[in-house]
């Protein structure tokens, strides 16, 4: 097995550096035949490896970034998406930064061609690639073993991957240890352990360590908690530290003037793209162009959130919260584009200004959705121990559809691991994120039937 996951890491090695060499040979070869020659700064050879490095290190930050070499990790597509989304980005800056030094827009056909050649080698890359991994590394044969809760969920998302994972056989804790322990050394090449009891779980999780298998964990509450702690070295035993709140004094300053000084630009640039949007939901129906609707900030402080409006003015006439489902016939078609694009959530830099939310952080609730989810989930409320956010860790991993409790533990890893550099991370990876097609879709019919089954609730909407 470690010489199977040898094996494995190095062919990852060379499929991402042949990827990054060939894409930074082909930007050389523009380079000198037509980059150079739009600017007129004389260029020597170690300025021709300057550019050609600056161009290396972005690609590699950028593909890192967001996932471009995760061939295995990620579907086909993804990966290919990935590994575009960010040669384009990188494309875009090294073509401004020609323009820059050339003190002119120079000519795009250079940059459309050197773009298009990049997108058929990476989805050229990625085909092999990902065919060259599916049959040297088959999915792994794993062992489900779950509690009371039902597997079905869980069972549900391995087998969107068939491609990597297969679960072979699921057992109830309550068939045995001794049971679980025989079994998973029949076939296995890992386990998965699903809403167990904690000290069964850790016996497990022991027995696999010892035996150098594989073990996928589904994390509860106090889990994520404790991914957050702060390692100390006090005595000659190891302390973890949960602190009693979120962010320090530094953190929220730093975290506010970044706010406040983004949002400010922001308003400035796009306030065309705003005005052009408020005339056409006006041209559209005659209603409200904004609406408002009270959230929940920090420590629960109530707020009324801004958004341009995209269902249509009687949208909840009867006064009941629903969900947005898919292909829903409360949107208009002005506000299905806005949707898409996220322009409707653009208002809300107004509410980053006046410091009721924050770049980052948890997407605010309604006060009785809130109340509802505290029915069934108490820790719910710890979300509360930060700004709400535009965007967020649940934004970025998540779905629209994924389940609360998982959105919850996102929002917790995102509290408990803060730092300066996450935020701007999480705000880098919202670029590529608001092009997803499933991070804006609606839920399925069947969900809609309760609230508490459904997502953020944030496409819910009362008039203003």
Known sequence: MKKLETSRRILLLILSLLSLVSQVAVYALFWFHS????????????????????????????SKMYGGMKIGYLKAWEVFFSQAFSTTCVNIITYAMISLMSAKLVSLRGFLILLAVDLIWIALWTAISQGLYSMLFPPRDMLLVYGERSPDDIM????????????????????????????IQNRYDAMVLWDLPTVTRNRLLKYCFAQSIRVYLMPKIPDVLIK?????????????????????????FTKRCMDIFCSSILLIIISP???????LIKLYDGGPVLYKQIRCTLNGKEFKILKFR??????????????????????????????????????????????????????????????????????????LKVKAGLTGYAQIYGKYNTTPYDKLKLDLTYIENYTIWLDLKLLLLTLKTVLKPESTEGVEKSQTTALKKGSSGQNNEGQA
């Open 310 to 383: 995209s269902m249509k003015v009687d949208a909840e006439k009867d006064g009941v919260a629903r969900l947005a489902k898919k292909k829903d016939d409360r949107i208009t078609p002005i506000g299905k584009f806005i949707r898409a694009v996220r322009i409707d959530e653009l208002p809300q830099l107004i509410n980053i200004l006046k410091g009721e939310m924050s770049f980052v952080g948890p997407r605010p609730e309604r006060p009785e959705i809130i109340q509802q989810y505290l029915e069934d989930m108490p820790e719910f409320e710890y979300r």
């Open 35 to 62: 980059y150079k020659e739009e600017i007129a700064i004389t260029f020597w050879i170690k300025g021709d490896l300057l550019m050609i490095s600056i161009y290396a290190v972005l690609l590699f930050f950028f």
């Open 273 to 279: 793209v705003l005005l052009i949007t408020a005339i």
């Open 156 to 183: 549900r998302k391995f087998e969107s991957r068939p491609d990597k994972y297969h679960i072979c056989k699921s057992m109830n804790i309550e068939e045995g240890y001794d049971a679980i322990c025989e079994e």
């Open 228 to 252: 957050g702690t702060t390692e100390m070295h006090i005595f000659d035993s190891p302390i973890y530290l949960i602190r009693e709140y979120a962010l320090n004094i530094e953190q929220r």
